[in-house]
């Protein structure tokens, strides 16, 4: 069932500007690859995304930093309610006086937002994927959900065709943070690559540990590198079905994380002596790129 979207909540415009500034402020400094990307929107939209990035960076912050595993569900908690005073018309902080506006403005239901939360809570609770099955739900909450509050802020039409698409391209950008991430997952205790594929590429959580890129953990890498672009070329089909002035997001966002994913081959699947990513000239470069060919799409 669908959550109706707040009533458009009535906080001063002092305040409202402030909690924009606010989200404008933590996404430049946490997005790597998120605000360039950003940048490429109108400013309206542009402020409202950043809203839907700050609320994901809370629910990550949640459970990563330091505490107990109590005091961790009880971060996510208060983050739900929150949510909930939000929806109710009753926010209280920056973040959620933006979102309230933000859900209101563009009528994002609160369940995408609830499952976000819901998958970073799993993340204490799970901490390895029998199969791709269990790792797609897992990437589906928490990567594919953030794909459709962002259609409902760029617009777009396709109905069904434009949600898939988004789907998808959550899932490629969630599996390609997962291949550059393997280290640092390893240090929060976490294994997202599915471990039956370990198993049939003869990939040990030893191997892990000991940061060994061995021939079957370099095959196990090509393996889920080539599924995040299937989903990437599957998702491309989300771009059309948006207004001309949003595309370029999206656009950009392929490209760079695609730029990841071709670094991490060009690295020789080493993911454990560095983090892999592209610098900021690179990011411009493919932004302009975007900016570009994205309107173009038909």
């Given amino acids: 069932m669908t959550t109706p979207s707040p009533t458009a909540p009535s906080p001063s415009p002092e305040a ?56 961790k569900l009880q971060r996510i908690e208060y983050l739900r309610g929150k949510l909930s005073q939000s929806y109710a018309g009753n926010a209280d902080e920056p973040l959620f006086i933006g979102l309230s506006d933000v859900a209101a403005t563009y009528n994002i239901p609160e369940e995408y937002f609830q499952e976000v939360l819901s998958g970073v809570e799993s993340d204490l609770v799970k901490t390895r994927y029998a199969n791709f099955e269990e790792l797609r739900a897992y990437c589906y909450q928490v990567a594919s959900v953030v794909g459709l509050i962002c259609i409902h802020i760029f617009g777009y039409r396709g109905g069904e065709q434009a949600r898939q698409g988004a789907i998808d391209l959550g899932l490629a950008m969630q599996l390609t943070n997962i ?20 198993d049939r590429f003869g990939v040990t959580e030893d191997d892990l540990r000991n940061r060994a890129v061995t021939e079957g953990f370099a095959n196990l890498m090509q393996f889920q590198i080539d599924r995040a672009r299937q989903y990437f070329a599957s998702g491309r089909r989300l771009l059309p079905q948006l207004s001309p002035r949003s595309r370029a997001c999206p656009a950009a966002l392929g490209l760079i994380y695609g730029g990841v994913l071709n670094k991490i ?7 454990f002596s560095q983090r892999i990513g592209l610098s900021k000239g690179a990011k411009l470069g493919l932004m302009a790129r975007a900016w570009l060919t994205g309107p173009l799409m038909k």
Avoid: K, M
Avoid at 26 to 39: D, H, I, K, P, S
Avoid at 179 to 194: A, I, K
Avoid at 265 to 271: I, K, L, R
């Fill in 16 to 71: 409202l500007a402030a909690a924009y500034e606010e989200c404008r402020q933590v996404t430049r400094r946490e997005a790597r690859n998120f605000y360039f990307a950003f940048l490429t929107l109108p400013a309206r939209q542009r402020r409202a995304i950043y809203v839907a990035y700050t609320f994901c960076r809370y629910c990550d912050d949640s459970v990563d930093a330091e505490g107990t595993h109590g005091e």
């Fill in 179 to 198: 291949c550059r991430d393997v280290l640092e997952d390893w240090e929060f205790g976490r294994v997202y690559l599915p471990q039956d594929e370990l």
């Fill in 265 to 271: 081959e060009a690295a020789g699947y080493d993911v």
